[in-house]
């Protein structure tokens, strides 16, 4: 679907492309969160014959990795490739086995524990809430690893779910949680964040923060504070590795890249949000910050 890290990722792909391909072509097709739709687009890129096949989260790439058998496919913003089918060792890989041989790609699993222990320093929490698609592979990884890591620091972790990709069903699913927790965690769920500035109204009206994956879009909420991976540069490495396979490399002997550099994350508060919560950001977690706002104006660095 359209979402600025999206964007951001298919722009990435296409510049880490160009370094080592500067005459490359391409198709780009937007399934708009659409499965029938994902499959209708990689039936044509069998009949066109493509080099390379992208698919930008589990979904597209299914729909590439099941539809494409004899041509490399990439996936990109995929949280855990064994469970979508798309990697070694996964449960789908007995009845399609040109996966193995075909497909590898990057990782975008967010730094979960990261995040919920950053909020909970900001905000000592007793319950955490979260909001995500059940139906999606990558958001449901996610929620195992947030209910695990809140499981270990003691706090009681609640869940809301949403069983279709629908942006509009987010505000009930807050909703139906916001009076029981002392905080939100929002994981990296597109669905979630097209719909973050309903998960952010509902905090507000109750008083709770809320700490985003993406701070890509966070600056335009009342989100607290965002942790999450750069998508561009998580675009250019991907990017990159399908030059590679274009050029001779083999995608069964590449592994799942992750993206755990430091540097690929970035970091986003929101004074004005923490004056309103009266909660005060520690110092040193505010100079580490990339982006910050502050009196109604947005600073980068």
Same mark, same amino acid.
């Given at each position: 679907?359209?979402?600025?890290?999206? #964007?951001?990722? &298919? +722009?990435?792909?296409?510049?880490?492309?160009?370094?080592?391909?500067?005459?490359?072509?391409? #198709?780009? +097709?937007?399934? !708009?969160?659409?499965?029938?739709?994902?499959?209708? /687009?990689?039936?044509?890129?069998? %009949?066109? !014959?493509?080099?390379?096949?992208?698919? /930008?989260?589990?979904?597209?790439? +299914?729909?590439?990795?099941?539809?494409? &058998?004899?041509?490399?496919?990439?996936?990109?913003?995929? *949280?855990?490739?064994?469970?979508?089918?798309?990697?070694?060792?996964?449960?789908?890989?007995?009845?399609?086995?040109?996966?193995?041989?075909?497909?590898?790609?990057?990782?975008?699993?967010?730094?979960?524990?990261?995040?919920? *222990?950053?909020?909970?320093?900001?905000?000592?929490?007793?319950?955490?809430?979260? %909001?995500?698609?059940?139906? &999606?592979?990558?958001?449901?990884?996610?929620?195992?690893?947030?209910?695990?890591?809140?499981?270990?620091?003691? /706090?009681?972790?609640?869940?809301?779910?949403?069983?279709?990709?629908?942006?509009?069903?987010?505000?009930?699913?807050?909703?139906?949680?916001?009076?029981?927790?002392?905080?939100?965690?929002?994981? =990296?769920?597109?669905?979630?964040?097209?719909?973050?500035?309903?998960?952010?109204?509902?905090?507000?009206?109750?008083?709770?923060?809320? /700490?985003?994956?993406?701070?890509?879009?966070?600056?335009?909420?009342? %989100?607290? =504070?965002?942790?999450?991976?750069?998508?561009?540069?998580?675009?250019?490495?991907?990017?990159?590795?399908?030059?590679?396979?274009?050029?001779?490399?083999?995608?069964?002997?590449?592994?799942?890249?992750?993206?755990?550099?430091?540097?690929?994350?970035?970091?986003?508060?929101? *004074?004005? %949000?923490?004056?309103?919560?009266?909660?005060?950001?520690?110092? #040193?977690?505010?100079? *580490?910050?990339?982006?910050?706002? !502050?009196?109604?104006?947005?600073?980068?660095?």
């Amino acid at each position: 679907m359209t979402h600025p890290d999206l #964007d951001a990722l &298919e +722009q990435g792909i296409q510049d880490g492309v160009k370094e080592g391909l500067p005459n490359a072509g391409f #198709d780009l +097709q937007n399934a !708009k969160a659409d499965r029938s739709a994902a499959n209708s /687009i990689a039936r044509k890129f069998v %009949v066109e !014959k493509v080099d390379i096949a992208v698919g /930008i989260t589990a979904m597209a790439a +299914q729909s590439l990795a099941w539809n494409i &058998e004899d041509r490399p496919v990439l996936f990109c913003a995929v *949280m855990d490739p064994k469970k979508a089918g798309l990697a070694k060792s996964a449960t789908l890989l007995k009845s399609l086995k040109h996966v193995e041989k075909w497909v590898t790609g990057t990782s975008n699993m967010p730094p979960v524990k990261a995040q919920i *222990m950053l909020l909970h320093r900001i905000k000592p929490l007793k319950t955490l809430g979260h %909001v995500y698609c059940s139906h &999606e592979a990558d958001a449901a990884a996610q929620a195992e690893v947030a209910k695990e890591v809140c499981k270990v620091l003691g /706090i009681k972790f609640v869940a809301a779910t949403l069983t279709g990709p629908d942006p509009s069903k987010v505000k009930s699913a807050v909703q139906t949680i916001a009076p029981k927790v002392d905080g939100i965690y929002v994981s =990296a769920d597109f669905t979630v964040f097209t719909a973050l500035a309903d998960v952010t109204s509902v905090a507000m009206a109750h008083k709770i923060p809320v /700490i985003s994956s993406d701070p890509g879009s966070a600056d335009t909420t009342d %989100v607290l =504070a965002a942790c999450g991976l750069d998508y561009y540069k998580m675009g250019r490495v991907t990017g990159r590795l399908a030059v590679d396979v274009i050029k001779g490399a083999k995608p069964a002997d590449i592994p799942t890249r992750y993206i755990t550099d430091p540097r690929d994350l970035n970091l986003f508060f929101n *004074m004005d %949000v923490a004056k309103k919560l009266d909660l005060t950001l520690p110092e #040193d977690l505010v100079s *580490m910050a990339n982006k910050i706002i !502050k009196d109604g104006k947005l600073s980068s660095k």
